[in-house]
């Protein structure tokens, strides 16, 4: 069994070719995995990477014809009408720029390597990837392979049969609840924003182990302790899952500059600290998130708590010109407030629980 956790990376998240002004453009993991080597812990031999998947192995959850279409839009860097409507390849949320499927198929390749390093137990985390509302045949929501699915499919492939799924981004998680939601070894679990795209996620089905919760804007790190603590943890401890895959998509933070929502990243910690002592294998990967200062401490304190250590404790400031070289690239972001710089956890937001997220858990656990 691997003793420490593993962080999975690949150097093509900080070198690939971007579309400008677009929230797909800006590199999330390369400031990341500069925060988290800065810290005077990290263990380089904790570091690994990934390469690109083979077509062949996408073809678990993909069709082939989207590959070829995919791969073909790639090379020649247009996408003609029909396809562009048939797959969603090309369109403004899934725009084709030089190395964008390269670095899709390369997120799938680490998706499998830790799949791979997870099947003796373990925890691995890797900050790439998280496209999770991608479908067979369909780019979606800035993603173009799922490799969240590839992920759990090849853990299903090593035998494990009891897998949970849980999306912590601020979107559905549609693409994965639809991969698995007839099938009862995969429970899939998804918090986001009410009213918003894919506007998908609004019901659960507790008989296939589905399950949706819609929290209204400014929820908040009570209401996330509240869900976590009469929802979330029965749910997983019931099923007894043999891995727990978290999709960490920041864009719920109250910081995010996209979406409504009210967390500090102090409840993505708590919340994971949490669910990395309910399995013996524990899978974290990023997602969406649209300030990049907020990413990068999010998902550099999420390494810090895989560890055992306090993200309060860890400045931020040593990597902040790995940051700073990311924020200049995405031009609509705000000059960073002095804590940003000082430390990775913000303070707590806590408020009011509301009525509807105490009668969202009530309504499920009596399901
Ligand atoms: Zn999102």
Redesign the pocket.
Known sequence: MTTKPLLLGSDIFGHTGRASGHPLAWPKTAPTLDVIRSLDWFDPEQYLTGSKAFPRRLRAFHDQGYIDAAYDAEARQEVPPDIRLKYGLGSGDNPIFPGVIERAATACGVALKAADLLMDGGVVHSPLGGAHHVHPARAA?FGYFNDLVLGILALRDAGLTRIAYIDL???HGDGVEAAFAFDRNVLTLSIHEENCWPFSGTESDPSYRVYNYCVPPAFNDSEMAHLVRHAICPIVEEFAPEAIVIQA?A?SLEDDLM?KLGLSNRAYFDTIDTLRHMAPRIWVTG???YNPWAVARCWAGIWCVLNDRDPGGAPAVAGEQGIIDGVLQWPTVCDPPENWLSTLADDPRPGDIRDCVKQATKTLLHS
């Open positions: 929501g981004d601020a979107h998509g864009d979406m997602g969406g998130g």
